[in-house]
């Protein structure tokens, strides 16, 4: 049975999803750093280039060769920048379910960018690698990430109480921890079943997905 993640690209009408490479170190920092992304993630700050090419060149590929995860570029199909990334991990082979995850880089917001990404990697998963369950797990006051969940067709499932550790800004302007729920959302093969199309039909990018 396989155990590890294939080398892949996933592409949409608008990005292309691949392997992190060491010319996104100075983006990927750069989206680190951001207030938000801070704020809703476990991301050391400040968070510098050094940390992204050590990512890039240690974290991603370990993480994929031991069967844990992946890590992906998310980058616009015409320009190539980097407008985000998303993660998987918490990989499960024998149960078949794999938790995943996203950032979007703040110029790249409101876009759809994550859900477009987020439905590929799930189509991708549920479909060409035969999974059977995409988790994701969204800090209660977290909006945008849950926004992302209900636009793919995620199911809420319930509450875990206090589970998450968030951040926030003192009056000094240091980062605090703040304790707070975490929402979990799942997505199972049949529930892929139209949920392209609605976005497509509700303007926020169309349907196609592909894999190679």
């Known amino acids: 049975m396989t155990t590890t993640f294939p080398d892949i690209s996933i592409s949409t009408e608008r990005l292309v999803l ?11 920092a750069e989206m680190m750093n951001d207030e938000q992304t801070a704020a809703w993630t476990a991301v050391p700050q400040p968070y510098d280039e050094s940390a992204a090419h050590r990512w890039i060149s240690d974290h991603a590929p370990a993480e994929r060769a031991s069967g844990a995860g992946m890590d992906l570029a998310v980058t616009e199909f015409l320009t190539q920048r980097l407008v985000g990334v998303v993660g998987l991990g918490r990989t499960d082979w024998r149960v078949r379910s794999t938790e995943m995850s996203y950032i979007v880089a703040p110029w790249a917001r409101g876009e759809g960018y994550a859900s477009e990404a987020a439905l590929a990697t799930a189509q991708w998963l549920l479909r060409d690698q035969r999974f059977e369950r995409v988790e994701l797990r969204t800090a209660a006051d977290n909006t945008a990430a849950q926004q992302v969940a209900q636009r793919i067709g995620c199911i809420s ?7 998450c550790i968030a951040r926030t800004r003192t009056q000094s302007g240091d980062w605090a921890d ?16 139209g949920s392209a199309d609605q976005l497509a039909e509700a303007g926020w990018f169309a349907a196609y997905a592909d894999w190679n």
Request: hydrophobic content about 50%; aromatic content about 2%; cysteine-free.
């Open 18 to 28: 691949r392997a992190l490479e060491p010319a996104d170190a100075p983006a990927l």
């Open 178 to 193: 703040l304790r707070t729920d975490l929402i979990v959302w799942s997505l199972l093969p049949d529930d892929l079943d």
């Open 157 to 163: 499932e319930g509450v875990l109480r206090g589970a």
